[in-house]
């Protein structure tokens, strides 16, 4: 008898946990379906519009930090006017970017509605400000009739309606705690709201901002949740709701190393600001911007940049500009973009890169021209190379676990060319593949001068060192057991001694797409740029300060910019740095640059996925 009983609680045992795994892979199986589309998109558009744009200020935060009192921030609803706004033109405009959804403010911090919004005490443009219209719903309904996915933005605070606790940095209305029914007020008020814009558009994804001030009970997470999926079960909602949320939403710095997130989108601005500035003229070039497109494709991530209308409804000319290019570069290389899954690992190759969503097809993105490529540690042959976009047929050879490739630098795209390499199922790769070190004079025998310059930087960039004790630190002594094949290589070699001859190990992965190396004292740092880039190289994650930048053996100092450095944020900025074309070595550019202190390297963490279902 007790044998029986315990054979049936094993087998209850197994049934419950059988049980408990075909819910958990079901529920899986939902949130993929639910997530496909966007994580399909790669690219969105997010637009910050509102009264703030009269003056060009920043967008709730200038009455909150009391730059302004609140009464004159307000009174911009007298210069709110979208006298000029075409809503079928931005939604043209945004989907001739390759966009595949846009999110709009539907109600900043501030609390003004660009809907007519009927509930108590909101304050909208229909009703209070000089436009004296509905501005949200024309946008909606002509971004709708292009097919692209439709995303609402929603602030859960606002700092202007009388039920709202907080009201500037120093000032607050009332304790929650001490007065529950105002609080249950303004919950009511909204989560109306949102059952307003439900209602009205039927969005995909709602993007909330401002979860901070309050925890998820205070929010009523839940049942702010439940009564957005009642209108959509599908809703897709950002990590902003307090523990509820289908993706990460890393603000304004590109990630340095892939989000643990599967789910995950950059909001960025094309300059400092995400409602109009005229003075801000900080913008990023069009390159950039399709660079950083490509950084967050190669980590599996989207973009959603920013543009910010004036107040009239007229797009910036340097913000148009920017969709422009997004829309020649994404129409030219769509089978490259939507649908693609994270890319390699830098010990594999340092140029971006993605997977088809089969896997079979690996696409390589170029934002310098360059006539070679190798891909080392490839178990798989594949069936082909090309160039995406104009379909041309590149020649490979592959032994030894290695792709070569000689590039046809003719037809190389101006901002970034991509190459697709099919196989006929999902390569492999070898993850230690060359990690031997080996003679030094094996590779300065060699007789390729590009070869043998870009083996002596890989082994540079793992720390080899291989000219230690060989070669003096300006070049002019060089160990006669040295014995170069080609006199370019030994020039290369000489030129760059400073780097070569003490050099430790590069970067790790993800802070810059090439070769690097570090000085002994790590206070210089070595780049090395392969070919001639397309714009200003890119560095992330670099804490430190820039003492001055140079190009290595022939001493010009060479500029640079530092975008999206928050004084708020922990994030550093990523530095531009302009590499002049004339001053270029054709067989391996190294660039120095010298830093305040011993390198000191952010490599941001995501936060962990919220999953709402």
């Known amino acids: 008898m007790i044998r029986k009983k315990s054979i049936l609680a094993v087998f209850l045992l197994a049934v419950s946990s059988y049980s408990v795994f075909a819910q958990e892979n079901k529920n899986k199986q939902e949130e993929e379906k639910k997530m496909e589309w966007f994580e399909d ?21 200038a009455f909150f930090n009391n730059y302004i009192s609140h009464d004159n921030y307000m009174k911009q609803l007298d210069g709110f006017t979208a006298n000029q706004y075409q809503p079928e033109e931005w939604a043209k405009l945004i989907h001739e970017s390759g966009a595949q959804y846009s999110v709009i403010t539907t109600r900043h911090h501030d609390g003004v509605s660009l809907w007519d919004s009927k509930k108590n005490d909101a304050i909208t443009t229909a009703k209070d400000a000089a436009a004296k219209k509905d501005v949200l719903t024309p946008f909606v309904t002509a971004l709708q009739k292009t097919g692209l996915r439709t995303g609402l933005y929603y602030s859960l605070p606002d700092w202007s309606h009388p039920d709202y606790d907080v009201n500037t940095r120093t000032k ?7 007065d529950a029914k105002r609080w249950n007020r303004f919950v009511n008020y909204y989560q109306g709201q949102l059952e307003e814009l439900s209602k009205a558009y039927k969005p995909d994804l709602i993007w909330f901002d401002g979860d901070w001030e ?8 839940t049942e702010t949740l439940a009564q957005l999926r009642k209108y959509n079960p599908n809703i897709i909602i950002n990590s902003r709701l307090n523990h509820f949320g289908d993706y990460d939403t890393p603000e304004q710095g590109i990630p340095v190393i892939r989000p643990e997130s599967r789910y995950w989108e950059l909001c960025y601005t094309m300059n400092d600001s995400w409602g109009y500035q005229p003075f801000d003229l900080h913008y990023k070039s069009p390159n950039m911007i399709v660079r950083t497109l ?4 190669a980590m599996g991530g989207n973009l959603l940049v920013d543009i910010g209308p004036r107040a009239d409804g007229t797009i910036p000319e340097q913000q148009v500009k920017v969709l422009q290019e997004l829309g020649r570069w994404t129409s030219k290389y769509k089978e490259a973009i939507y649908g693609t899954r994270a890319g390699l690992d830098a010990q594999f190759l340092t140029d971006k890169n993605a997977f088809s969503k089969d896997g079979k097809t690996l696409y390589i993105y170029l934002d310098q021209i360059k006539d070679r490529l190798v891909l080392e540690g490839l178990q798989s042959k594949p069936t082909s190379v090309k160039f995406v976009g104009n379909n041309e047929k590149i020649a490979m050879k592959y032994e030894d676990n290695t792709l070569s490739l000689n590039l046809p630098t003719s037809n190389f795209d101006p901002t970034v060319t991509v190459l697709a390499i099919t196989f006929d199922q999902k390569p492999e790769f070898n993850k230690n593949k060359a990690n031997a070190l080996p003679d030094v004079n094996t590779i300065v025998k060699q007789g390729q001068v590009e070869e043998t310059i870009a083996e002596i930087s890989k082994y540079t960039n793992l720390g080899a060192n291989l000219f230690k004790g060989k070669i003096s630190s300006d070049g002019d002594l060089l160990d006669k057991q040295l ?13 760059n001694a400073e780097v070569l001859h003490d050099a430790e190990a590069g970067l790790p992965n993800g802070h810059f797409a090439g070769l690097s190396a570090l000085s002994k004292d790590k206070q210089t740092l070595f780049l090395f740029v392969e070919g001639t880039p397309t714009g200003p190289i890119a560095l992330k994650g670099l804490k430190n300060t820039i003492a001055r930048i140079r190009i290595v053996g022939e001493g010009s100092m060479i500029g640079h910019d530092i975008f999206n450095k928050l004084y708020w944020s922990s994030t550093p900025g990523i530095v531009y740095i302009d590499v002049p074309k004339e001053r270029l070595d054709k067989r391996m550019t190294v660039i120095a640059v010298l830093l305040d202190k011993p390198i000191e390297l952010y490599r941001e963490k995501v936060g962990a996925i919220e999953s709402n279902l």
């Open 294 to 297: 490509v950084d967050c494709i």
């Open 214 to 221: 309050h925890n998820d009970q205070e929010w009523r997470s």
């Open 41 to 61: 998109a790669k690219l969105g558009v997010f637009i910050h519009w509102g009264i703030y744009s009269v003056k060009g200020i920043s967008e709730s935060w």
């Open 483 to 495: 014995k170069f094949t080609s006199p370019d290589v030994k020039e290369w070699v000489a030129n």
């Open 172 to 178: 607050k209305r009332y304790a929650v705690a001490d």
